[in-house]
Nanobody
Framework: QVQLVESGGGLVQAGGSLRLSCAAS????????MGWFRQAPGKEREFVAA????????YYADSVKGRFTISRDNAKNTVYLQMNSLKPEDTAVYYC??????????????????WGQGTQVTVSS
């Protein structure tokens, strides 16, 4: 079994920054890709960013490209999401997830097997 625990969410003004962390335990973290998704009230869960097991490849949703950066530290079993130039439309619950195979950069929820409980990010205008 895998446990994923997100932290770092909060309330920030537009233009500000936050850094989310996701700590993993219970499995060989470094063999699998990781992703970040978000879900706003009344909307479907949407892809934000993904990173391969080695950290050498990343992929971003167009809406966050150039503002968000995903990274990982396999020694600490942790993946990060640095969020800069935040906008009110970034307000959502953010979830980290561990993928099913480690072979691809998945951009859909079905590509991920384990999920964290989520952390709230609220951006005020």
């Amino acid at each position: 079994q895998v446990q994923l625990v997100e932290s770092g969410g909060g309330l920030v003004q537009a233009g500000g920054s936050l850094r989310l962390s996701c700590a993993a335990s219970g499995r060989t973290f470094s063999s699998y890709g990781m992703g970040w998704f978000r879900q706003a009230p009344g909307k479907e869960r949407e892809f934000v960013a993904a990173i391969r097991w080695s950290g050498g490849s990343t992929y971003y949703a167009d809406s966050v490209k150039g503002r968000f950066t995903i990274s990982r530290d396999n020694a600490k079993n942790t993946v990060y999401l640095q969020m800069n130039s935040l906008k009110p439309e970034d307000t959502a619950v953010y979830y980290c997830a561990l993928d099913r195979s480690g072979s691809y950069l998945y951009t859909v929820p079905a590509g991920y097997r384990y999920w964290g409980q989520g952390t709230q990010v609220t951006v005020s205008s």
